[in-house]
């Protein structure tokens, strides 16, 4: 006990911004067969973070089935395997958790009793809603250490800001990664990662 209190005084306390969808909630397996059911398809991946593309509809249409069925497509998902065990170690280490999250903010509600009802750990003022807005910007203004992603795009971005991001492997992100990105398998890796950030 005395040795693992000594390891903890000695890291670094961090600011760490963690994505929601993809990350901490396993949205996409569970919107794959309502939107095939909607679309009137038989998609078996969705290989492209675009979805609209995947589903060759307008990008509006697509927007138009996610506000129109939120509260039920954000409300029964479960969460990535390894999620809520690996935020809460990276609090028990000392690090702070910002969720910043594409959503936006009339899907605030039905995110924060997610967040509760599978017991993952979260503050109110700690969830962030960009909607349309980079999240690059928000990154900047809350001081962000570090970050947790599944978006290529947002991943670079933010990486190229000089923030270490680890990019949470999926079907929609196996590009070649651009310096300051690291891909990792699962919420293990990802905290792990994050401790070597550590002097």
Known sequence: ?????????????????????????????????????????????????????VYDVPGEEMNEFFVNNAEYLFSNTKPV???????????????????????????????????????????????????????????KVWGIEAFVEDYLVNASMIAAAGVPVFLLDADYNRSDLPAGVTRCYNWPEIVEGIRSLNP
């Open 81 to 139: 395997p390894g999620a809520r065990e690996g935020i809460e170690t990276l609090q028990r280490e000392g690090h702070e958790i910002i969720y910043i999250t594409a959503r936006t903010t009339e899907e605030r509600d039905v995110t924060l009793r997610w967040f509760k009802k599978n017991e993952i750990p979260y503050r109110e003022d700690h969830v962030l809603f960009t909607g349309l807005r980079s999240k690059l910007d928000l990154v």
């Open 1 to 53: 006990m005395e040795k693992a209190n000594i390891f903890l005084k000695g890291l670094m306390k961090m600011r760490i911004g963690v994505d929601i969808d993809g990350v901490v909630s396993d949205s996409y397996p569970f919107w794959l067969p309502e939107l095939n059911r909607h679309f009137g398809k038989n998609i078996a991946t969705i290989d492209n973070y675009n979805i609209h593309t």
